[in-house]
């Protein structure tokens, strides 16, 4: 049970450059999130889906577009990168139908931007 | 305003003692949830204890507990009987309506240093 996937792990852009990073989960979990955390902050959400085809900003969702075509992937694309974009970012999903579950975290991609 | 607070920037704790990690919220929902998550040095985010704010006991898991005072809006990590491997960073986080999509609200962490 893979749990929920990032890819790539690491990766280096130039200003500019567009990027997409990739999240996929196999637990059927309706809700996903997308966060990035800073040195010395804690995670600040993206966007967030409560389900295919639904999505919404969240606190920091400036330079940054999601997609839900299926339950499984929700992928964030950087469309112009920037230097204030380099960050380590999370994905995460969760069972709408269990309110007391956590969050299931994917490992992280640490992006740099140059 | 900040909605969740962690006001212990780094806490050293002697290997086998106990520690409390602080964390106070606001919100004015009355259904919530407060999740403690450990980050290591490697980076992942690692998912220790849930409190719901109509539980009425603490919870607790292993050797985690939560000290949940709802008047204050406090929700405390005590972690029993530290590990080396319990040096990490701490993340206190909130989730306020969950049908709105089950995302959290983090704190800025704890980063705990634990000493042999």
């Known amino acids: 049970n893979a749990g929920v996937t990032q890819t790539p792990k690491f990766q280096v852009l130039k200003t500019g450059q567009s990027m997409t990073l990739q999240c996929a989960q196999d637990?059927?979990?309706?809700?996903m999130s997308w966060y990035r955390q800073d040195p010395g902050m804690g995670l600040r959400l993206i966007h967030y889906s409560v389900g295919a085809g639904i999505t919404d900003q969240g606190e920091v969702p400036n330079g940054y577009n999601v997609s839900r075509s299926t339950t499984e992937d929700f992928p964030l694309r950087l469309l112009s990168a920037a230097p204030s974009q380099t960050s380590v970012y999370f994905c995460a999903s969760s069972s709408r139908q269990y309110s007391n579950q956590p969050q299931h975290f994917g490992d992280g991609t640490r992006l740099s931007i140059l | 305003a900040q909605k969740i607070t962690q006001t212990q920037p780094g806490m050293f704790v002697q290997e086998k003692e106990a520690v409390t990690l602080d964390c106070t919220y606001d919100t004015s929902d009355q259904s919530y949830g407060l999740f403690w998550y450990k980050q290591p040095s490697s980076g992942e985010m690692i998912f220790l204890i849930y409190?719901?704010?109509?539980?009425?006991q603490n919870a607790t898991e292993g050797r985690y507990s939560l000290n949940f005072q709802k008047a204050r809006k406090s929700a405390n990590l005590v972690i029993s009987a530290s590990q080396l491997g319990d040096s990490a960073m701490y993340f206190c986080a909130m989730r306020e309506d969950y049908n709105q999509g089950g995302k959290l609200i983090f704190g800025q962490g704890t980063e705990l240093s634990v000493k042999p």
């Open positions: 637990m059927n979990h309706e809700y």
């Open positions: 409190q719901g704010s109509y539980d009425e």
